[in-house]
């Protein structure tokens, strides 16, 4: 405890010695310091966000503004190289030499090229490929072009809200419905499904929510204008281009933990499985990845991590997440320390939250001794 308590002391007169001493040569060169300039005018606007946003309005709104542009990337960026990357890491086991090629051409390729160059290369390939706003491709009630991908957006109504509330509800019981599935499993063998039934449950809680609602239908579609296609959602090149780039790279890495987690099961379970009568998916999903899965969520762990502060990349290409913010802001205010301690924080944030929900769920997954 002395050794720790003299530790502990050494730490925090250091990083007060740094603190004062910033403090200090800043006074001495008459730059400003504080976030009292959060409460000030921002004076700039902000090309794509979640949520409308004025330049009249405070700097501290915009940088919300670039942290929900950041989360949404990591959320969707998480989700899709999830799912790329476990197909991919299933298939290099495929009895198909052509899936397992594609497989292995994937992996190789996208893991080697640098991420900020696979960015620019999306980037590049959406806005030198695509027509001009002014003549955009029409799909269906779709535009498509330079500017983005534009599609009609529901108008809010009473009977979303209660379609969002039967959604909740709907993800309740589906959960209710695969723990008592998989204690029944447990006790007698018998296999229910696991993935289909859990899915109607909520998609008929969520239709059950929207018809209780009035069944609202109307849409805010987009349309021709004369400069740009107006009116309706859209995303934008810098966001297609952040989210495929950073899903595409990440994929590759987790690819090869998938595999990697599958190939640490003994073969005799491959051979168990097949002795009972489980064909080839049924021993992928029942036998083989619930077994990885130990190996598989720490390493994954950390490519969630990676794929959350590799976003910050995304100013490489004028996406404007809290990164892009903090430059706008510090070119503005001067205020560089504070700036740039905000953007430290949103990730150190993140990546502990992240790395919370991943330690819950590695607990869960992890073979229980007696």
Known sequence: MVYQTIALALIALLLWFLAHNTATNMKARGIQSGFDFLTQPAGFDIGESLFAFDSGEAYWRAFLIGLSNTLRVAVLGIVFSTL??????????????????????????????????????????????????????????????????????????????WGLAGLVTGLVVAVAYRRAAQRQFEATGQIRSLFWVPLGIVFAATLLGWLAGGAPTAL??????????????????????????????????????????????????????????????????????????????????????????????????????????????????????????LVMLVYLTTSIATSMVMNYYNKRAALKER
């Open 84 to 161: 790329t990357g476990t197909l991919v890491g299933v298939g290099r086991f495929s009895r198909s030499a052509l899936v397992r090629g594609a497989c292995v051409c994937y992996v190789e390729l996208f893991r080697n090229v640098p991420v900020l160059l696979q960015l620019l290369m999306w980037y590049i390939l959406f806005t030198e490929t695509l027509p001009a706003a002014t003549e955009p491709w029409v799909l269906g009630p779709m535009f498509l072009s330079k500017g983005g991908l534009s599609f009609p957006i529901p108008i809010w109504a009473n009977g979303h809200l």
């Open 220 to 341: 805010d579609s987009p349309v021709q204008g004369e400069f740009a296609v107006e009116q309706g959602g859209s995303l934008t090149p810098e966001f297609v281009s952040v989210l495929m780039g950073l899903s595409a790279y990440t994929a590759a890495f987790i690819a090869e933990v998938v595999r990697a987690g599958i190939q640490s099961v003994a073969r005799g379970q491959s051979e168990a499985a097949a002795a009972i009568g489980l064909s080839r998916r049924q021993e992928m999903r029942l036998v083989m990845l619930p077994q990885a899965l130990r190996v598989i969520i720490p390493p994954l762990t950390n490519q969630y991590l990676n794929l959350t502060k590799n976003s910050s990349l995304a100013v490489a290409i004028g996406y404007p997440d809290v990164v892009s913010i903090a430059n706008t802001a510090i070119n503005q205010t001067g205020r560089a320390v504070e700036c740039i301690s």
